[in-house]
T-cell receptor, first 117, second 112 residues
Framework: GAVVSQHPSWVICKSGTSVKIECRSLDFQATTMFWYRQFPKQSLMLMATSNEGSKATYEQGVEKDKFLINHASLTLSTLTVTSAHPEDSSFYIC?????????????FGPGTRLTVT | DAKTTQPPSMDCAEGRAANLPCNHSTISGNEYVYWYRQIHSQGPQYIIHGLKNNETNEMASLIITEDRKSSTLILPHATLRDTAVYYCIVSGFTDSWGKLQFGAGTQVVVTP
């Protein structure tokens, strides 16, 4: 299957700082990528849809000025958590949609665990 | 608003078939049924998907009822590595860009 990577796999940062998470589709091009957040013992919650070359679309309740998304190329989307606070500590997961096969399947990255101290 | 209903948990004996049910009574005509699973602290893994016909791949089989209001994921010979949360998701291009909305899923525990 198609491979999606994320970097870093885990990060610890201090409150008030910003953190950037990268999501890459390694063997396919992805016009559309998605960002999710998962708190302990909960399901994945969709945060935003990222389209190459255009502004991201955020789900209701997600602060677009806090979670900055950039989809600068067909293989890379980044999520920047600005002015992070302890409540932003979570597991962040991206997915990329593979349209080349004609099946439009989403493949997920391994996730990034963010801890804000 | 939840589009699918799954049992919260299931136990399965190693080597036996695991049958995971999913109800999606409000599915639209152009929505697909997707199955993903998430092993602890990892990203979800795609398993299988279908529209109305039964599907089979190297991982599992998907049986969709004729009225498309429910489906069953079958893991033919469960192994300990199949212990995971399994998510049944319906999605189509009626949702912008085919977004996947995850519910609570079914926690499957495979025991020796």
């Amino acid at each position: 299957g198609a491979v999606v990577s994320q970097h870093p796999s885990w990060v610890i940062c201090k409150s008030g700082t910003s953190v950037k998470i990268e999501c890459r589709s390694l063997d396919f091009q992805a016009t559309t990528m998605f960002w999710y957040r998962q708190f302990p013992k909960q399901s994945l919650m969709l945060m935003a849809t990222s389209n190459e070359g255009s502004k991201a679309t955020y789900e209701q309740g997600v602060e677009k000025d806090k979670f900055l998304i950039n989809h600068a190329s067909l293989t890379l989307s980044t999520l920047t958590v600005t002015s992070a606070h302890p409540e932003d500590s979570s597991f962040y997961i991206c997915s990329a949609r593979d349209q080349t096969s004609g099946r439009y399947l989403q493949y997920f990255g391994p996730g990034t665990r963010l801890t804000v101290t | 608003d939840a589009k699918t209903t799954q049992p919260p948990s299931m136990d399965c004996a190693e080597g036996r078939a695991a049958n995971l049910p999913c109800n999606h009574s409000t599915i639209s005509g152009n929505e697909y049924v997707y199955w993903y699973r998430q092993i602890h602290s990892q990203g979800p893994q795609y398993i299988i998907h279908g529209l109305k016909n039964n599907e089979t791949n190297e991982m599992a089989s998907l049986i969709i009822t004729e009225d498309r209001k429910s489906s069953t994921l079958i893991l033919p010979h469960a192994t300990l590595r199949d212990t995971a949360v399994y998510y049944c998701i319906v999605s189509g291009f009626t949702d912008s860009w085919g977004k996947l909305q995850f519910g609570a899923g079914t926690q499957v525990v495979v025991t020796p």
